[in-house]
Every structure is written in structure tokens, then in C-alpha cells.
């Protein structure tokens, strides 16, 4: 089972550059997530979803953009790169609000380092 | 609830010895808590979950207890062992959907 995917696994940008950091899932679930995560630091909510064609910011929406046109897919654009978005980006989905019996699901992560 | 900027706190035990790891929450409104692992270059993992009207929950090796009037999780890890070696994070999620990490702690397990 592919679960929750991530492309690309890592990437170098230089300052001002753009990206679309991709995140894909096969399990049908409404819910999707987007956090970042610093060297040595927890996970801070970017952006979530709750349903295709609905997003709303998370702890930390400065400089991203998400979109969630299906349900499969919610992908984080960065449109200036900064050297403060050096991170490990994860994505996450669930079926539904994460409460008993609904998991999250966390994708591999994608390593950014912006130059 | 997580200082900006501060790095995660260390845990080493002795293998065989019993773990503790705590978080404080800061939303009196979460009504649902959550413990991850995370293993070096991977993304969360489930562990154990407990819901805002109990105060303990136990798993295999695992217990976790919740103390709303303090805003206090913790989780209780029996007989650690090496590949007990991990980040653990608290999270917590409310009404709106959010699903929030709290700071995590890293524990070393010494064989």
C-alpha cells in the first residue's frame, strides 16, 4: 500500500527560487497536512484541509500556498525560497478529525535546504 | 505548549528501566491527545491515544495519562528498549480539525 506519498525526497533552491513540494494519497481521506520541521525541532502546522477545495492556515502559513483540487492530492508551493525554509516538510492526511480510531498518516518527508 | 527556538529535551535510561516522557498542552478546548515516535529520517508513527474524558489509557509497553487541570501528558514506556530509541511528540486536536504537535523529547536508550 503506497499510503502517503512525497515528492520530491530532497531538493536544493537557491533564494527567490519556487517550488510545488507534492504530496499524494491513495486511502480516499479527507483530511491533509502540512508541517514543517526545523533541525533538532517539533512539527509546526503550515497549512490543512479538510476536504477537497477547502484549506486553512495552520501555525506557520507565511510564504507557502496550498491548494486541494481532489481529494488525492495537496500540494505546498513556495513561491520566494528563503534560507529560513530549510526544513524537512511532511505531509499527513486522515479520514477525518484525528480522534480514537482515525490515524494520521505521515508521508517520508521532504528535505529542502534553500541556498 | 512549545518555546520557539528551544531544542528538543533528552531523555537517557538504561535498557530495562521504565521511561517517562511528559508534555505540557495549551488548549484547554483539545479534546483529543496523541503520542508519535519518530524514528531518524521518517515521519511520525502512532502510538497511543487518549481522549480529553479519561485520565489513563494503557497499550503494550505503554501507558499514557492525562491530567486536564494542569495541562500535563505524559507517557510511560515499560522495560525500554534500543528501539525504543526515538523523538517522542505530543499532539493534540480540537473541534477545528487542527492536529497540533507539542515539543518532543528525545530519548537514548543505553544497552
Known amino acids: 500500500n503506497a499510503g502517503v506519498t512525497q515528492t520530491p525526497k530532497f531538493r536544493i533552491l537557491k533564494i527567490g527560487q519556487s517550488m510545488t513540494l507534492q504530496c499524494t494519497q491513495d486511502?480516499?481521506?479527507?483530511?491533509m497536512y502540512w508541517y514543517r520541521q526545523d533541525p533538532g525541532m517539533g512539527l509546526k502546522l503550515i497549512y490543512y484541509?479538510?476536504?477537497?477545495?477547502?484549506?486553512d492556515k495552520g501555525e506557520v502559513p507565511n510564504g507557502y500556498n496550498v491548494s486541494r483540487s481532489t481529494t488525492e492530492d495537496f500540494p505546498l508551493r513556495l513561491e520566494l525560497a528563503a534560507p529560513s525554509q530549510t526544513s524537512v516538510y511532511f505531509c499527513?492526511?486522515?479520514?477525518?478529525?484525528?480522534?480514537?480510531?482515525?490515524?494520521?498518516?505521515f508521508g517520508q518527508g521532504t528535505r529542502l535546504t534553500v541556498v | 505548549g512549545e518555546s520557539v527556538g528551544l531544542h528538543l529535551p533528552t531523555l537517557s535510561v538504561q535498557e530495562g528501566d521504565n521511561s517517562i516522557i511528559n508534555c505540557a498542552y495549551s488548549?484547554?478546548?483539545?479534546?483529543?491527545f496523541i503520542w508519535y515516535k519518530q524514528e531518524s529520517g521518517k515521519g511520525p508513527q502512532f502510538i497511543i491515544d487518549?481522549?480529553?474524558?479519561?485520565d489513563k489509557r494503557q497499550g503494550q509497553r505503554v501507558t499514557v495519562l492525562l491530567n486536564k487541570t494542569v495541562k500535563h501528558l505524559s507517557l510511560q514506556i515499560a522495560a525500554t528498549q534500543p528501539g525504543d530509541s526515538a523523538v517522542y511528540f505530543c499532539?493534540?486536536?480540537?473541534?477545528?480539525?487542527?492536529?497540533?504537535f507539542g515539543q518532543g523529547t528525545e530519548l537514548s536508550v543505553k544497552p
Open positions: 499527513a492526511s486522515s479520514y477525518s478529525q484525528v480522534l480514537m480510531n482515525t490515524e494520521a498518516f
Open positions: 486511502m480516499n481521506h479527507n483530511y
Open positions: 484541509s479538510v476536504g477537497a477545495g477547502i484549506t
Open positions: 488548549n484547554s478546548a483539545s479534546d483529543y
Open positions: 487518549i481522549r480529553s474524558n479519561m
Open positions: 499532539a493534540e486536536t480540537n473541534q477545528g480539525g487542527k492536529l497540533i
